[in-house]
Each structure stands twice: as structure tokens, then as C-alpha cells.
């Protein structure tokens, strides 16, 4: 039996997977929040890395159910039931990326290249709904791939959204890092990070055309892709691309200025079903029928 190292994150499963051609992947993800700690590719960190025994940084990585994002004053209505939820984003008076965090996945299947994990979010007064979630992390030869089963186990409808919270090494200058967003839409907010509109993408968002990042600071959803993929062409002359199914129709793109033990800038690349708020004004809200199952996909190639 596997016995696995244990830190603040929770339990950690090491993955690994050399390809055909001798490339070496390796990645460890943890049990609280399902988290992605590291990601590397013949010892170059993809995603920026936090140790074993750091409480994960601003959601690094994690998957964040049964909501992406923010929900405005904490309180969403559904079907009837108004539930109010304990606000985490204190200044802007919202509840930032539900529950997920706080939570310890179960280990059902551990191989060298792929971990399973899952958890039923219990039935609370914050969320008085049951889904379980199920996350397959496996390595092969194309990169990383994040496989999610979604069930409705309770008696009721349920709203449900899902994202995720990758931060990505610019392996070098922020400034210089190519940013390639084939995206039509931008979502516009107000001073509390809330959406207010959908429009089509301005120059200062427009990375439709592989441009440098420069000095343009991202806390932003996009939608309308041309393609489900985002490139990050990095100074080291190594290539990110993120990609998933039409199943995530809206993407957040958030540039840090720093991050883990080491400080680094860099930038949150998110698949999500729904953009923020979306649990009070029904934007892409999925509503999750007893015993329903939805399977969603995302990935991370590198070069």
C-alpha cells in the first residue's frame, strides 16, 4: 500500500510520465481542494509551485466548486430556497471561490501517471444541495489533462458552476511574455469585481493576435472563443497552452505580482462553466437535476 506525504495542503500524490521521446512530466497534486501544487516538464516549473508544507497561496490551483469566482453580498435565491453564504472577500463584501478549499478529497485510484479524487459536498445551510465531484489528473505523452464527473446525489435541483485556479510561470519577464486570447467577448465589472456587461474585446484586452503582455493588468472573464485554447509564449523560449471543451464557455485571466515562497509574478489561466456572480444573475448556471452527471475537460500542454 502507498503511503503518501502529508503537509498543510493535505495529502500529496506525486505523478510521472517520461514520453516516447525522453521528456520527463511530473506533477503532484493534493487532497485539500484538489489542488495542482507542481507541474514540470524535464525539471522547468509550467505552473508556479508552492511547497508541501504551505497552506495553498490565493487558491493556487485548486478546483473551485460549486462556484467559480464571485458571488455578490454572499447570497444567491434558487429555486425559491435564498441561502446566505459567509462573506471572504471582505472589502468588496463578496464570497470569493465557494467552498472547495476547505475540504479533503478522498483517494480512489493512485497510479504513476494519474490520480482520482473525489468529495460530496455535504448538505449545508451555505449550500443546501449535494453534488459529488470527481477529478481524474493524469500524465501522458501530450501533457496534463483534468478529467471532472459531476453528480447531483441529493433530491433536489441544484445550481452548480465549476472553474479552475492554475497560476502559470512567465519563465522570465511578465512584460515580455507572449499572451495569445482568441477570445470576442470581454466581461466588463464594477469597482466590486462584479460583471456589469458583455462587449466585444477593446485593444487593451485584445489578445486575439499573440501579443506581449507589457503592462496590462488582467482580473478578467472572456467569452466567445474562436478556439477553446489559451498560449502563454514564455521568455525561456517554452510555450504554455491551456485548453479544454466547449463545456467551459467562459475563461478568467488574472496577472499576480507575486505568489508563493518564492514571490514569483504570474498568471492565473481559469477554465470555467460561468464567470462571476453567476449564481445570482443565472449567466451559463448550470442546474444540476437529481442524479444528472456532467464530465467536463481541460489540459495543459508544453513545449
Same mark, same amino acid.
Given at each position: 500500500?502507498?503511503?503518501?506525504?502529508?503537509?498543510?495542503?493535505?495529502?500529496?500524490?506525486?505523478?510521472?510520465?517520461?514520453?516516447?521521446?525522453?521528456?520527463?512530466?511530473?506533477?503532484?497534486?493534493?487532497?485539500?481542494?484538489?489542488?495542482?501544487?507542481? #507541474?514540470?516538464?524535464?525539471?522547468?516549473?509550467?505552473?508556479?509551485?508552492?511547497?508541501?508544507?504551505?497552506?495553498?497561496?490565493?487558491?493556487?490551483?485548486?478546483?473551485?466548486?460549486?462556484?467559480?469566482?464571485?458571488?455578490?453580498?454572499?447570497?444567491?435565491?434558487?429555486e425559491?430556497?435564498?441561502?446566505?453564504?459567509?462573506?471572504?472577500?471582505?472589502? =468588496?463584501? =463578496?464570497?470569493?471561490?465557494?467552498?472547495?478549499?476547505?475540504?479533503?478529497?478522498?483517494?480512489?485510484?493512485?497510479?504513476?501517471?494519474?490520480?482520482?479524487?473525489?468529495?460530496?459536498?455535504?448538505?449545508?445551510?451555505?449550500?443546501? #444541495?449535494?453534488?459529488?465531484?470527481?477529478?481524474?489528473?493524469?500524465?501522458?505523452?501530450?501533457?496534463?489533462?483534468?478529467?471532472?464527473?459531476?453528480?447531483?446525489?441529493?433530491?433536489? =435541483?441544484?445550481?452548480?458552476?465549476?472553474?479552475?485556479?492554475?497560476?502559470?510561470?512567465?519563465?522570465?519577464?511578465?512584460?515580455?511574455?507572449?499572451?495569445?486570447?482568441?477570445?470576442?467577448?470581454?466581461?466588463?465589472? =464594477?469597482?466590486?469585481?462584479?460583471?456589469?456587461?458583455?462587449?466585444?474585446v477593446?485593444p487593451? #484586452?485584445d489578445?486575439r493576435?499573440?501579443?506581449?503582455?507589457?503592462?496590462?493588468?488582467l482580473?478578467?472573464?472572456?467569452?466567445?472563443?474562436?478556439?477553446?485554447?489559451?498560449?502563454?509564449?514564455?521568455?525561456?523560449?517554452?510555450?504554455?497552452?491551456?485548453?479544454?471543451?466547449?463545456?467551459?464557455? %467562459?475563461?478568467?485571466?488574472?496577472?499576480?505580482?507575486?505568489?508563493?515562497?518564492?514571490?514569483?509574478?504570474?498568471?492565473?489561466?481559469?477554465?470555467?462553466?460561468?464567470? %462571476?456572480?453567476?449564481?445570482?444573475?443565472?449567466?451559463?448556471?448550470?442546474?444540476?437535476?437529481?442524479?444528472?452527471?456532467?464530465?467536463?475537460?481541460?489540459?495543459?500542454?508544453?513545449?
Open positions: 500500500m502507498t503511503t503518501f506525504q502529508r503537509g498543510l495542503a493535505g495529502l500529496q500524490f506525486p505523478l510521472t510520465h517520461t514520453t516516447t521521446s525522453g521528456v520527463k512530466h511530473e506533477a503532484t497534486i493534493v487532497s485539500i481542494g484538489a489542488s495542482l501544487r507542481e #507541474y514540470k516538464v524535464d525539471g522547468v516549473d509550467v505552473v508556479i509551485p508552492y511547497a508541501a508544507d504551505e497552506f495553498t497561496p490565493v487558491f493556487s490551483g485548486i478546483v473551485l466548486f460549486p462556484w467559480p469566482n464571485r458571488l455578490e453580498d454572499g447570497l444567491f435565491e434558487f425559491g430556497t435564498t441561502v446566505q453564504v459567509p462573506i471572504n472577500e471582505i472589502d =468588496n463584501n =463578496n464570497q470569493l471561490h465557494s467552498f472547495s478549499e476547505n475540504y479533503e478529497f478522498e483517494c480512489l485510484d493512485y497510479q504513476e501517471n494519474l490520480v482520482t479524487l473525489a468529495l460530496t459536498l455535504p448538505y449545508t445551510r451555505f449550500y443546501p #444541495y449535494e453534488i459529488r465531484v470527481v477529478i481524474t489528473y493524469s500524465l501522458d505523452d501530450e501533457g496534463l489533462k483534468v478529467h471532472t464527473k459531476a453528480q447531483n446525489v441529493g433530491k433536489s =435541483n441544484a445550481p452548480f458552476g465549476l472553474g479552475w485556479h492554475p497560476v502559470f510561470s512567465y519563465g522570465g519577464s511578465r512584460e515580455e511574455a507572449i499572451l495569445t486570447l482568441p477570445s470576442e467577448t470581454h466581461v466588463t465589472v =464594477n469597482d466590486r469585481m462584479l460583471p456589469t456587461g458583455e462587449v466585444p477593446e487593451y #484586452y489578445f493576435t499573440a501579443r506581449a503582455i507589457g503592462d496590462t493588468n482580473d478578467d472573464a472572456f467569452l466567445d472563443f474562436t478556439t477553446h485554447e489559451v498560449t502563454l509564449e514564455r521568455i525561456d523560449n517554452h510555450t504554455t497552452t491551456v485548453y479544454s471543451g466547449e463545456e467551459y464557455p %467562459a475563461w478568467q485571466l488574472c496577472t499576480i505580482d507575486g505568489i508563493g515562497s518564492k514571490n514569483e509574478k504570474g498568471i492565473f489561466i481559469e477554465p470555467c462553466t460561468c464567470y %462571476a456572480n453567476a449564481f445570482k444573475t443565472g449567466r451559463f448556471l448550470i442546474a444540476l437535476k437529481p442524479s444528472e452527471t456532467r464530465e467536463f475537460n481541460w489540459g495543459i500542454k508544453f513545449k
